[in-house]
């Protein structure tokens, strides 16, 4: 049952070979099963699963069954879930439960979706590792040969990945504010694409950075996460920068071919000290593509390299105001305080972790009477270059394809003593949050200690259709059947 | 003669320039579809998006758009067709988001002109720097508890627009009159109800002092002045103040204050005393906004007559006194209730009676035009009856007051009182007669030169009419009998 | 640029984050750290460049007038950690 993907479980769910019942029953076992070692969900909701997995038998019998029916799902906790604790990995919203249901949740339950509970994140989405989750680390289920440390699975959609990857669900939620879908399904060896901005709509999602954050899904194969995206997506008039743009058929796209697309390839993406695996991976993904049609086309981005300085001043500063609510007053967890002032800051300071702190501190020194033009303006001028970069090359291009990160999956606690060492992590994905590009991470292969790498598609706005059929292509010359050493059904 | 005060030092000029915050007429609030409406059980008019829940979002409100148009062309100001929203970023309990969303660097409206009329009769341009719309906050209530404060959100979010005033204004009486014809401009619009009571307009008042031909010297703002006569007491005080604190030898500091009506003097906010930096930067949940051309022609194209079109179209169309105008169109309702009457009668009287007994009932009855039952077609009515001669003046007064007792149609009135002027000649000569019989050492001493007897003679035939004589048959069958 | 204590501090304020003595030290190596590495984008001409806000290249949608939202006080004031009645409570405000 948990080597079906998860177009595989529609099917077999649609031809009654399998029951809701039994798919989510042996999900629900494995989750209970195996978050102790892995903790990748911060809050379990197994009776609404099998409520709703009845619901799911009964409109199979109907033959009312919608694109997700029955289909169990992690939700990322920094969806909003009506009448379910939504705590963003962090201390300040744990005793938080919504009276609303977010519009991307809204959407895959209308489409017959089981939620089997809350996946776990680095705290308000910042991070590359899911330390900085106040519910604690979560492990990546893939180790090193011979080695029982325990990694990270990315971040900040850390436990999305790691539970996909252990099966532990079919397909997870996600977001992506600066790489957090493409970094973690790339550290856990599955598929997730982060879509053009405007794509989901950003209406009850913890907001993070309001003009880089975009829902997207992780799930084991590139169909799968075309079939999740053509739910999660979709025009909401809710969220002013949400596209009126229709939804295609992104599963279709998945076996489009690449035969005769022009794959660009930005030189600066190959940085001084790049791991040798990492280039030689890249080098054979466009072997693939060349091999399936494509032309490959050596482009530049010269602002690229910028992109990360960039990204940590502009999404600190609307972090920092964004996260203004958090003041113990409506909602949430509340220190108490003498006057109103104290309430505030002892509420913020033990509610928040330390990197949440740490970045609402730097975006409020970076929008602060005499630093903003030296700082956030001179941020949304680069952050124009960076467009531009992507615009011309695009001229002459139908996609890019990189790297997703600069390493395999780092054991937890390493890349902590400095800040800027975890941030590096989003080098090569942050670009595209700073332009609003599509972008999805491939299992492309393993490294020599047997953790699997990624590559990323980078495709034109609104084009995730050429991100599928080129995510696809490298997709089935890869074969990759690996799997993680500790997974549900093994 | 420019208005200045003296100090021991010389003469000080008051520079003030006003930032008048106006809530917007809408039916819901700038960027939630929650109730504007003023009141209401409290946190009932409050959405999600109001009580800044996480992952809630802003959509903006067409019709707050259109009126922040509208004002600016009222204002004839320039409309910015790009404009865009940053946030103001705060913490404050009323203040559910951390951060007020309003326009900073790019506002809607840009520069305008107000014209005010002061009491020598001289008129004064006062320049609007902007105009921009923004999100009202809540309302904290610190007299419910001993220890706590509540908090009740249904004013968060309403749309506000704030217009800026250039420093022009140098006495209170120009504040005051700015202030005014600004309520006045809005409430023709149908933008703002000018409500200040409610809140619905209230103004920060910047003020600084200087003596002839100084550049500007620092100035105190003072938040939050909620009616017209508080504004021009606190230019006032302020302005004294100032001028004690620059004649002691001292410094001005640039700061917030509060205005206290029953002393009326200013005094330092300490609570705002933190140093303010509100980190303004361009709102990423929002994109810009963007008007179309066209659009904005067609709010023009149905925006309502304004007071000063309409003063000089009074003065041009029914022959009245710029200053008798003005007084007409002081409320947009008042101004149509008067057209109603005017039109097709003697524009003058109908002047004279709105201005005269009109008014002065709508006083003594404490009602308004809006609530008072003499309607304007009975008021064109009562009009008509004096013109037609079926009632004289005297008695015209007696069937208003009727009118204004039980609102009742002028004609019925006169019929139900038998109030009717009487011009039977027969019936006039017959009470000449009986005056003069009954009044022979008048007649007598009137013969004799004492001329100025005759009005008493009208007084006494009018009496004995029970004053429905035709005054001027009166007059005349007098003249004849005592020739 | 870099930050002394009293910037830390400053700031710690504004965000409104109790910062106690003995951490700031080390937010202030850390921040110090962050902003130096920021430095690099001194680098780059952006001389007539026009800063880019947003994600999405699109003029904002304007919605109807219309009330659709609110009479939800139960909904509104269920997370609050402090309330009387219709209303939320803080810490009595002196103004």
Redesign the interface.
């Known amino acids: 049952m948990f080597e079906l993907s998860l177009a595989e479980a529609r099917d077999a769910l649609r031809a009654r070979k399998i029951s809701a019942r039994e798919l989510t029953t042996a999900y629900v076992g494995a989750v209970e099963a195996l978050n102790p070692r892995l903790n990748a969900y911060i809050t379990q909701t197994p009776e609404i699963a099998l409520t709703q997995a009845d619901a799911a038998d009964a409109a199979l019998a109907s033959g009312n069954a919608g694109p997700l029916t029955g289909i169990p799902l992690a939700i990322k906790d920094l969806f909003c879930t009506k009448g379910t604790r939504t705590t963003a990995g962090s201390l300040i919203l744990s005793p938080f439960v919504p009276p609303y249901e977010s519009t991307v949740t809204a959407n895959l339950l209308r489409d017959g979706a089981v939620f089997l509970g809350k996946a776990n994140l680095d705290e308000f989405a910042m991070g590359s590792s899911n330390m900085t989750s106040a519910y604690g680390a979560v492990t990546n289920p893939w180790t090193r040969i011979g080695d029982s440390t325990a990694l990270v699975p990315g971040g900040s959609s850390g436990g999305s990945a790691a539970a996909v990857a252990a099966r532990m669900a079919l397909g997870a939620t996600a977001t992506d504010t600066g790489g957090s879908i493409r970094q973690p399904a790339a550290f856990c060896g599955i598929v997730g694409i982060k879509p053009t901005y405007g794509r989901c709509s950003r209406w009850g999602v913890v907001a993070f950075a309001s003009s880089l954050d975009q829902a997207g899904p992780v799930a084991r194969t590139v169909e799968d996460c075309a079939i999740l995206l053509g739910s999660m997506a979709g025009y909401d008039d809710k969220d002013s920068t949400s596209a009126n743009i229709a939804v295609p058929d992104f599963a279709a796209a998945c076996k489009r071919g690449v035969k005769g697309l022009r794959i660009g390839v930005p030189r600066e993406y190959r940085m001084d000290g790049m791991a040798p695996e990492i280039d030689a991976l890249w080098q054979q993904g466009l072997a693939w593509l060349r091999d399936a049609g494509a032309t490959i086309v050596d482009v530049s981005l010269p602002h690229t390299k910028y992109g990360l300085a960039t990204y940590y001043i502009v999404a600190p500063a609307e972090a920092s105001s964004n996260l203004a609510r958090y003041d113990g007053v409506r909602y949430g967890a509340r220190s108490p305080g003498h006057d109103l002032t104290e309430l505030y800051e002892n509420t913020r300071a033990d509610g928040f972790g330390a990197e949440v702190k740490r970045r609402i501190m730097i975006g409020t020194y970076v929008l602060s009477a005499g630093y903003y033009d030296a700082y956030y303006l001179k941020a949304q001028k680069v952050r124009a270059l960076i467009l531009k970069d992507f615009t011309d090359v695009f001229q002459d291009v139908d996609a890019l394809v990189t790297p997703t990160a600069p390493s395999a999956a780092f054991g937890q606690g390493e890349k902590m003593d400095d800040p800027v060492t975890m941030y590096l992590n989003d080098m090569f994905t942050v670009p595209v949050n700073m332009a609003g590009l599509p972008g999805l991470s491939v299992p492309a292969g393993l490294d020599s200690q047997g953790l699997p790498l990624g590559l990323q598609v980078i495709g034109k706005p609104f084009d995730e259709e050429t991100v599928f059929a080129v995510g696809a292509a490298i997709e089935r010359a890869a074969c990759f059947s690996a799997t993680p050493s500790i997974r549900a059904g093994a | 003669m420019a208005y200045t005060l003296e100090g021991s030092t010389g003469t000080w000029e008051i520079v003030c320039g006003l930032e008048v915050h106006a809530q917007v007429v809408s039916k819901s609030k700038l960027f939630s579809g929650a109730s504007a409406e003023y009141g209401g059980e409290p946190n009932s008019h409050v959405s999600f998006v109001d009580a800044a829940m996480p992952g809630m979002l802003p959509v903006i409100n067409r019709e707050c758009v259109a009126q922040a148009v509208r004002t600016g062309l009222g204002l004839d100001a320039k409309i910015n067709l790009w404009s865009r929203f940053d946030r103001k970023n705060y913490f404050y309990a009323d203040l559910p988001q951390g951060y007020q969303i309003s326009q900073f660097a790019h506002p809607i409206v840009g520069e305008g002109v107000v014209e005010v009329i002061l009491a020598d009769g001289t008129t004064k341009n006062i320049g609007v720097t902007r105009l921009h719309l923004e999100q009202d906050a809540g309302k904290s209530l610190h007299d419910q508890d001993p220890s706590r404060s509540f908090i009740d959100l249904n004013r968060s979010g309403v749309a506000l627009m704030e217009i800026v005033s250039e420093p022009d204004i140098r006495s209170p009486e120009e504040a005051g009159a700015y202030l005014t014809k600004l309520r006045q401009i809005l409430r023709y619009l149908g933008t703002c109800d000018g409500n200040m009571d409610e809140g619905s307009m209230r103004a920060d008042v910047n003020v600084s002092v200087r003596k002839a031909g100084e550049e500007f010297r620092t100035r105190c703002e003072i938040k939050n002045v909620n009616s017209i006569r508080f504004v021009m007491l606190a230019v006032e005080a302020e302005a004294k103040r100032q001028i004690a604190v620059w004649e002691d030898g001292g410094e001005v500091r640039q700061e917030t204050r509060l205005f206290d009506p029953t002393r009326n003097e200013t005094r330092s906010m300490r609570s705002k005393e933190d140093a303010h930096d509100y980190r303004y930067f361009p709102d990423p949940d929002l994109l810009p906004l963007v008007l179309d051309a066209a659009w904005v022609e067609g709010l023009k194209a149905h925006l309502p007559e304004l007071p000063d079109a309409k003063t000089a179209r009074f003065v041009a169309d029914y022959g009245l006194s710029a200053y008798d105008a003005r007084i007409l169109v002081m409320e947009q309702a008042t101004a149509d209730f008067y057209e109603t009457v005017a039109k097709g009668r003697d524009a003058k009287l109908a002047a004279n009676w709105m201005m005269g007994d009109f008014f002065a009932a709508l006083n003594r009855t404490g009602t308004t035009i809006e609530t008072t039952p003499v309607s304007a077609a009975n008021l064109a009515a009562l009009i008509d009856l004096i013109a037609d001669k079926t009632i004289n003046g005297r008695i015209a007064k007696e069937v208003f007051e009727a009118m204004v007792e039980t609102g009742d149609a002028p004609g019925a009135i006169v019929e139900a009182k038998g109030l009717r002027q009487v011009t039977d000649t027969g019936a006039i000569d017959a009470a000449v007669d009986a005056v003069l019989a009954a009044n022979a050492d008048k007649v007598e001493q009137f013969k004799g030169g004492a001329e100025k007897l005759f009005g008493f003679f009208v007084g006494q035939v009018m009496k004995a009419m029970q004053g429905k004589g035709n005054p001027a048959l009166v007059n005349e069958a007098l003249k004849q009998k005592l020739s | 640029?870099s930050?002394d204590p009293a910037?830390?501090r400053r700031?710690?304020r504004?965000?409104?984050?109790?910062?106690d003595d003995a951490q700031v030290a080390q937010?202030q190596g850390?921040?110090n750290?962050?902003?130096g590495?920021?430095d690099?984008?001194n680098?780059?001409d952006?001389s007539g460049?026009?800063?880019?806000?947003?994600?999405?290249?699109?003029?904002?949608?304007?919605?109807?007038?219309?009330?659709?939202?609110?009479?939800?006080?139960e909904?509104?004031?269920?997370?609050?950690?402090?309330r009387?009645?219709?209303?939320?409570?803080?810490?009595?405000?002196?103004?």
């Open positions: 640029m930050l910037a830390v700031i710690a504004l965000a409104r984050l109790r910062v937010i850390e921040l750290s962050i902003l590495w920021i690099q984008l680098e780059v952006v460049v026009e800063p880019l806000t947003g994600g999405a290249a699109m003029a904002m949608r304007m919605r109807e007038d219309v009330v659709t939202d609110g009479d939800l006080v909904a509104v004031l269920a997370n609050a950690p402090d009387e009645g219709p209303f939320y409570t803080v810490p009595k405000v002196v103004e």
